[in-house]
C-alpha cells in the first residue's frame, strides 16, 4: 500500500469522525435532561469544537499530502497532525471510554488508527 494511500485513509477517518460529531449535537444536549442554557452551549460548543478540530486535522493532512506530500511542511504537519490525535485519544481513553455508550468508546480507537496511517505513511514517503 503506498504511504499516500495510507495518509488519506488516516486522514478520512477523523474527518468522518468529526462531521458524526457536528450532526447529533442538539440530540446529545438533550441526553443531559434538565440543564441551565450556560451548560447548554457549552456542552454545543465542546461538542462542535471537537467536531471540527478532527475535520481540520484530517483535512489538513490530506491538503499537504495532494500538494506535496514530501515536502518538509508536509512531515511537520504530519508528525503534528499524528500528535494532536493521539492527545485526543488520551483524553478520550480516560473519559468518553468510560461510558457505556459505544460511540464514545471508539473514538481512542479511530483517533491511534488515524495517527498510526498518518506518521507511518509520512514516514516512508
Do not use: Q
Request: proline share 4%; hydrophobic share 60%.
Amino acid at each position: 500500500m503506498s504511504a499516500e494511500l495510507l495518509i488519506y485513509v488516516g486522514s478520512a477517518l477523523p474527518v468522518l469522525w468529526g462531521v458524526a460529531h457536528l450532526f447529533p449535537t442538539k440530540s446529545v444536549i438533550r441526553g443531559f435532561g434538565e440543564i441551565s442554557a450556560d451548560n447548554r452551549n457549552i456542552v454545543a460548543m465542546e461538542w462542535i469544537t471537537e467536531g471540527v478540530a478532527l475535520i481540520f486535522l484530517g483535512a489538513l493532512a490530506a491538503t499537504v499530502t495532494a500538494v506535496d506530500p514530501s515536502a518538509a511542511a508536509s512531515g511537520y504537519v504530519y508528525l503534528a497532525s499524528a500528535g494532536c490525535l493521539v492527545v485526543l485519544a488520551a483524553v478520550s481513553l480516560f473519559t468518553g471510554f468510560k461510558i457505556s455508550f459505544l460511540p464514545f468508546k471508539l473514538c481512542p480507537a479511530i483517533f491511534l488508527s488515524s495517527a498510526a496511517l498518518i506518521a507511518f505513511g509520512g514516514w516512508n514517503l
